[in-house]
């Protein structure tokens, strides 16, 4: 069974306050994009009840215990009784970007199994098994844009079509972890909510939807703020940095002609598609 499990990009990213669990409540907005993983799995024919993953692509040199598509398939078997299984995953979106890309794995790969196996979950249930493995998992079963709270992971539907946008993802090709973005970052509970933020029009958003972690990442690694910089030169109506980053977006009112500097950070988000 083969699946392309998608990335995401973050339009906003409000830090509410911080929590008595040491995480922190946040508002954000989850939007599904073209970029995607492939990931296949086939049953062992030896009946082992052994399950294996190779990894190709960007990520090829980590470790496959670790990788958030084992912990799935553990997960599910702390439930249900299936075969094992080979998997397979080739990554095409890079590890810490912000884009999502091993939650949408995992998440994908609890879809997979749930429908090949015939478990019979429904999406509520899934997304609880989801959010055991990462906070924004969750979003990735149905992969439909979210306004999201908490630490991520209570989804709510909120009416934003960026369709008829050409949406352009540059990646430096560094990682940044989500401690560094919270590193120095104050929460503000106060002002209007990403809610109302959102509700305006897109050419107001430059200075009003902000992503609170990009004033740290930008200090620590200055190439994102400037590649942020180029997609507003290059004519994006809004740019921002993805989640906890390093990637960054820029939303065009039509296809843009990008300048020679930056295309060796543009993602291609029509692979495996």
């Known amino acids: ?15 509410v306050e911080k929590r008595p669990d ?15 993983d492939a990931l296949e799995f086939v049953v062992r024919k030896d009946n082992r009840k052994h399950d294996t993953l190779r990894v190709t692509g960007l990520m090829k040199d980590d470790d496959p215990e670790n990788n958030l598509v084992m912990k799935a398939v553990r997960l599910m078997r702390l439930s249900f009784d299936f075969p094992g299984i080979r ?5 095409n979106i890079p590890v810490g970007a912000g884009l ?3 939650s949408s794995d995992a998440a994908w790969m ?8 015939g478990f019979g979950l429904n999406s509520e249930e899934l997304r609880s098994f989801a959010g055991r493995l990462g906070s924004d998992a969750p979003f990735f079963i149905d992969s439909t844009p979210s306004f999201a709270e908490g630490v991520g992971n209570i989804l709510s539907e909120f009416p934003l079509d960026l369709s008829q946008y050409h ?17 120095g970052c104050v929460p503000s509970p106060s002002g209007l909510s990403l809610r109302q933020l959102l509700n305006l029009p897109l050419t107001e958003w430059r200075t009003r939807v902000v992503n609170d972690f990009e004033m740290n990442i930008f200090r620590l690694y200055p190439l994102v703020g400037r590649l942020k910089m180029a997609l507003y030169e290059a004519g994006a109506t809004y740019a921002s940095m993805s989640g906890s980053g390093s990637a960054v977006y820029g939303i065009f009112s039509e296809e843009p002609e990008l300048p020679r500097e930056i295309l060796p950070y543009l ?3 029509g692979d495996l598609i």
Not at 1 to 15: E, S, T, Y
């Open 110 to 117: 609890l879809r997979a199994l749930n429908r090949y196996f």
């Open 22 to 36: 040491g995480y922190h409540n946040i508002e954000t907005f989850f939007y599904p994009v073209d970029l995607s």
């Open 167 to 183: 949406i352009v993802i540059l990646y430096p090709n560094l990682k940044s972890s989500t401690a560094e973005a919270y590193a």
């Open 87 to 91: 998997v397979h995953l080739h990554k």
């Open 100 to 102: 999502g890309g091993g």
């Open 267 to 269: 993602l291609n988000t």
């Open 1 to 15: 069974m083969v699946v392309f499990p998608r990335a995401k990009i973050n339009i906003g990213l409000r830090i």
